[in-house]
């Protein structure tokens, strides 16, 4: 059986990561993350001048995701599994701004996974619909590059490693950060690799 390769890419800099701020599918690069992007970008050309997706590309819906992509040389698909978490009434309002008007909401929030006071998702549902994605990409035998979100990658690692939802809060996942999960059979593997000169095929 043909293992499938996921490689899943954290989009670069918004304003609301910077700030702190519960995001948006509007939210795109900020000046810095574009910047970043770009680098990686140029660090990755290969001898032929481009960079190479795998099978295939796909991306969340949010700009921050499809702005990455493209300035990575990549023309994803769109895949809503990959979208970030909905916020709900805090979308685009600060953490801190959360703790002081709703504090006990923001507690039920960071300590209950499937608690959603906000109105939106829960952690819960977006680990649902991203391990439900996750789980029928295991065994097609084909290599992805996924460009998605901080929070998106946090619980694919979690329903990967099939660890307890609330490990995700242990999970950082950087602006640009990549990681692999190699997935055969039944089951997925987390693969560290050696530090690589390009963005890694």
């Known amino acids: 059986m043909t293992a499938t390769s996921l490689r899943l890419v954290a989009h670069g800099h ?26 990686l970008a140029d660090a990755g050309q290969d001898r032929r001048g481009h960079l190479s997706a795998g099978d295939a590309c796909l991306s969340s819906p949010a700009a921050a995701a499809t702005q ?44 209950a996974p499937d608690s959603a006071p906000h109105g939106g998702e829960s952690v819960a549902a977006v680990r649902d619909r991203v391990g439900h994605w996750l789980d029928g990409q295991r065994s097609i035998g084909r290599r992805i590059t996924a ?3 901080p929070l998106v990658i946090r619980v694919a690692v979690v329903h990967a490693l099939d660890l307890p939802l609330a490990t995700y809060r242990q999970v950082d996942v950087e602006p640009l950060a990549i990681v692999r999960l190699t997935g055969r059979g039944a089951r997925w593997q987390l693969r560290l690799g050696a530090p690589r000169a390009h963005f890694p095929a």
Not at 16 to 21: E, F, P, Q, V, Y
Request: aromatic share 6%.
């Open 147 to 149: 460009i998605t979100h």
């Open 14 to 39: 918004t304003v609301a990561l910077r700030r702190a701020r519960f995001g948006g599918p509007d939210d795109g690069l900020d000046e810095g993350g574009l910047r970043a992007v770009r680098a």
């Open 68 to 111: 990455t992509a493209d300035a990575l040389g990549l023309h994803p698909t769109i895949e809503p599994a990959l979208a970030d978490c909905d916020y709900g009434d805090w979308t685009g309002r600060a953490f801190e701004e959360i703790a002081v008007e709703q504090p006990q909401a923001l507690h039920e929030w960071l300590a």
